[in-house]
């Protein structure tokens, strides 16, 4: 648990739209957690859900907790590999983990600040908290504080 007297580090989130072959599409949000040691991550906590989190309606959303992605994701936009469609970021933004999401990978606290990539100025500031509707499952349950 970070505490008071700790700083607490900020890292990088996005929202990816994920044009797939068939037609469809789904959005990835991507959050940068703390490595060990507080070093910047390799790897980034992913979600992908029906709606871009910066226009939610209401308080309690559905995800579903992909494996984690590289962080190479932060700044790509454009085709995927294997026919796997593409992808366009359309907000980005600051992540802070309020409780350290190593040391609870079951239950995520954090608090974003996102930019729309259409309209940077309108920045978006949220707290968050995701945990897994069963242990080990990948469906989630993420609510808006």
Known sequence: MFTTTQQTPIFRTVV???????GGFHFDWMLEPPAVGGS???VLITFRVNT???DWK????DAVRL???????????GPLTENRGSVTRVAQGT???????????????????YERTATPAAAKRERW?????????????????
């Open 95 to 113: 992540v802070t983990f309020l409780e350290d999401p190593i040391a609870t990978p079951e239950r995520l606290d954090f608090a974003t600040v």
């Open 40 to 42: 910047r991550s390799r």
């Open 67 to 77: 494996p984690d992605h590289r962080a190479i994701y932060l700044t790509y936009e």
């Open 16 to 22: 990816l739209r994920h044009e797939t072959p068939d």
């Open 52 to 54: 871009n989190p910066l």
């Open 58 to 61: 209401g308080d309690l959303f």
């Open 129 to 145: 908290s995701a945990a897994p509707l069963a242990p080990g499952s990948t469906a989630w349950r993420i609510d808006r504080l």
